[in-house]
């Protein structure tokens, strides 16, 4: 394409009072040669942006580029096609004017290299040509619960089709298999019905719901969009296109027999809140070893739950179904009594009204306490006994029957990632302890979606086996893009949650496939159009993009060839920062892009006493937290030169050594946190870069260059206050460290 650039200056919001916009032209105009360079008093204002567009119309503007406010803010005034004008925004207003003094020379000297970096990047970049297949819009729901029936619903009564695959026999899961539920609407008093049988009814009457029960999954294919899903069933097969997945595969109960100390197994009167469901259905409360109806039941809640040994976590569910079972129990028979002790009762919510209402019958007692020991005298009657009781005394309890409330653990397929033992720290709280502990054997299914990916059949997952992609900001996203995870196998939760889930998880399988066959990203680059485009016949087949990825974009031919499944890409930019080639880049996004903002920034002769940091800023918290730092006028350091990146794993060593050879005398690197609780929304782009930095800071030292130049940090935009010390004690230690000895080559 024929570049024509238009730059377009504003100098309202005091940018004009700060700022010598003569000059800041002379920018554009005398170095980058820029015919059209314009400035205006309000370029989001009618009047300014008919300027830009009458440029477009009457002089070939194809280009543009504004500087004025920061790029995330007046998105919807300056929003072009990006298929046909690419646009650069330079950050005047939040990160010069608003921070640094009006009318100084360092503030004009920011101000003069933002707009060289803008030129720059304006002029390579290249018009969007958005990937495009066709695509089916068809839903699949795998699981057939109460998640998957209400996904399978939703997505229909939204207009989409679906096809339901249920491992069983029967539709309703875990629903299907309890008597009655804890209260789910007003005025939350009393147990109710479960109403799964009336749902599964819509679904098997609903047209646009095909439902395979009795199946499994035996291969799926391809991307978003386009997934070929192989279901067996009765012997036979059947491939079905799909757009998107939500998988809601459910959960299984943590394996009691792993609760010894407990008495399960010892006792056959222990049992668990499962069997207690059967046993409400039957109409009976019969204890296993004599059939006789228990007159005197303890349910031990968090049994293998909140226990580092076991799960580590809340299933949140079982507190509310040991109060309703007591419910069942004494509405049963109201001789009998019941004993629920607890390490803390958690009843969210209106919960609350139906835990008080359990109070209030005199045949249930409710303590905290530690169950020390579950015992069985000769006559098969069971003896608790129980510490650290809300009176702080030992007391113990006899018993017919023991209940252990147990937990929840994921039925979806997943690959685990680090699902290692972490022993916590001696001395640390029991919340700590819940936190890190992980898992010693959960059991995990690995044979749900069974994809065809590079990376792996299942879905990937952080320690306690639940799929996850970014626990804040996309609680849906599994790391397989279109692939969404609901209900109790993407968390422990119960049903009044699942059906919350379900929505959510459905409307982003309708969202993915509309954006997809629009060719625009999904989340956090929503609606970007840009993918990377590999220049093959360079590839050295080394693996690393394949391997990188965090979202298994790329499969691989037999050589090591890297195969693109576009619309599984969320365009982070980690693969490009990853090949030592260089060769992966995007039309408006490169390692070339990059590194040239990097050589237009202007450096100082070593006796202007004037050092120059670039800061790469992940755009995701870092960049925007500047921003924030903008808005609340907080000053700092005016030697920084940011620039924003997708992802800090873009980072490719060779803009540290251009940066370093230009004479930069630091270069700063914030990204996302990242570990376990990580708020990378690329996983792990953060992590990447700070393994790569690290080998760099070695060859440094090794060259006998100060490694200290160097720095990567991470933040989370609440700490977006931290910034400018971060930056004031960087350049501290750049003043120590002296200036770079490339200076001036
Ligand atoms: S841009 Fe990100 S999501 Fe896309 S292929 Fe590269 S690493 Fe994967
Ligand atoms: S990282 Fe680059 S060189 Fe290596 S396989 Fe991928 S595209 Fe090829």
């Not at 047209?207 to 386009?226: F, H, L, Q, R």
């Not at 001696?426 to 299914?445: N, R």
């Not at 994809?451 to 990937?460: I, M, S, V």
């Not at 609901?486 to 954006?515: F, H, N, W, Y």
Request: aromatic letters at 8%; charged letters at 25%.
């Amino acid at each position: 394409m024929d570049k024509k650039i238009g730059v377009y200056i504003c100098s309202g919001c005091g940018i004009g009072e700060a700022l010598d916009i003569d000059a800041l032209a002379e920018v554009a105009t005398s170095e980058y040669s820029i015919p059209i360079c314009k400035n205006h008093p309000a370029l989001c204002g009618k009047e300014g942006s008919a300027l830009i567009e009458g440029d477009m119309k009457k002089e070939g503007v194809n280009t543009v580029v504004i500087a004025g406010c920061s790029p995330r803010e007046k998105t919807e005034v300056f929003s072009y096609d990006p298929t046909a004008i690419p646009m650069e925004r330079v950050n005047l207003r939040e990160h010069v004017i608003w921070c640094h003094p009006p009318n100084d020379e360092d503030t004009q000297m920011l101000a003069e290299d933002y707009m060289r970096m803008g030129l720059v990047k304006a002029g390579k970049m290249e018009p969007l040509e958005p990937f495009s297949e066709e695509i089916d819009r068809t839903v699949l729901v795998v699981g057939g619960g109460i998640t998957g029936i209400t996904s399978a619903l939703d997505a229909a009564k939204a207009g989409s089709d679906v096809v339901l695959v249920e491992k069983e026999q029967e539709l309703g899961g875990w629903m299907a298999k309890l008597w009655k539920e804890y209260p789910k609407t007003p005025p939350y008093t009393d147990i109710q019905e479960t109403g799964i049988d009336s749902m599964v009814k819509e679904v098997k009457s609903n047209t646009k719901i095909k439902v395979y029960t009795g199946a499994k999954i035996e291969k799926t294919e391809g991307a978003p969009g386009m997934f070929d899903v192989t279901i067996s069933q009765n012997g036979s097969s059947d491939t079905v296109r799909v757009g998107a997945i939500v998988e809601a595969a459910g959960w299984q109960p943590y394996d009691a027999t792993k609760l010894e100390h407990l008495g399960f197994g010892i006792s056959p009167n222990v049992v668990t809140n499962v069997m207690v469901e059967e046993m409400a259905s039957n109409g009976k409360f019969a204890r296993p070893s004599d059939g006789k109806e228990a007159k005197s039941v303890v349910f031990i809640q968090c049994a293998g739950s909140r226990d580092k040994d076991h799960l580590p976590y809340c299933s949140s569910y079982c507190c509310l179904t040991s109060l309703k079972q007591a419910k069942y129990i004494r509405d049963h028979d109201s001789d009998a009594k019941v004993y629920i002790i607890y390490k803390d009762m958690r009843t969210l919510g209106q919960n609350e009204i139906f835990y008080k209402k359990v109070q209030e019958d005199d045949g249930i007692f409710l303590t905290k306490g530690e169950v020390v020991s579950v015992s069985e005298d000769p006559g098969n009657n069971l003896v608790i006994d129980v510490d650290n009781t809300l009176l702080g005394e030992k007391i113990q309890v006899n018993a017919e029957m023991v209940v252990l409330a147990t937990g929840m653990v994921p039925s979806v397929g997943i690959e685990v990632e680090g699902a290692t033992v972490e022993e916590p720290e001696e001395g640390a709280e029991e919340k700590k302890e819940e936190e890190e502990a992980g898992p010693t054997d959960i059991i995990i299914p690995s044979d749900t979606l069974n994809l065809t990916y590079r990376q792996g059949p299942e879905l990937p997952a952080l320690k306690y086996g639940f799929p996850d992609s970014h626990y804040i900001c996309f609680p849906y996203e599994t790391r397989r893009t279109g692939i969404y995870a609901a209900g109790c196998g993407r968390q422990p939760m119960d049903s009044a949650a699942c059906i919350d889930d379900a929505a959510g998880a459905t409307l982003k399988a309708i969202q993915c496939v509309e954006l997809t066959s629009q060719g625009k990203a999904l989340h956090p680059r929503s609606w970007d159009m840009s993918y990377p485009d590999l220049y093959m016949s360079r590839c050295t087949q080394c693996k690393r993009c394949t391997e990188e990825c965090p979202f298994g974009m790329y499969n691989e031919d037999e050589k090591g060839n890297p195969l693109p499944n576009p619309t599984r890409c969320r365009r982070c930019g980690i693969c490009m920062g990853s090949c030592p080639e260089r060769i992966i880049s995007f039309k408006d996004y490169s390692v070339d892009i990059i590194g040239s903002m990097v050589k237009a920034i202007e450096v100082p002769d070593e006796d202007e006493e004037k050092p120059r940091v670039v800061a790469f800023l992940c755009e995701n918290d870092a960049y925007p937290s500047m921003d924030i730092v903008g808005r609340k006028r907080i000053s700092y350091n005016p030697y920084i030169r940011v620039i924003p990146l997708r992802c800090l794993g873009n980072v490719n060593l060779v803009w540290v050594a251009d940066a370093l050879s230009k004479g930069i005398d630091g270069i700063l690197l914030i990204g996302c946190k990242y570990g376990d609780d990580y708020q990378c929304h690329y996983i792990k782009g953060s992590e990447l870069a700070n393994y790569r930095l690290e080998k760099v800071k070695e060859t440094l030292d090794r060259l006998v260059l100060e490694s200290e130049r160097v720095r990567v940090l991470e933040l989370s935009i609440d700490e977006y206050d931290k910034l400018p010390g971060i930056f004031d004690d960087f350049m501290e230690t750049i003043e120590e460290v002296g200036p770079n000895p490339y200076k001036g080559f």
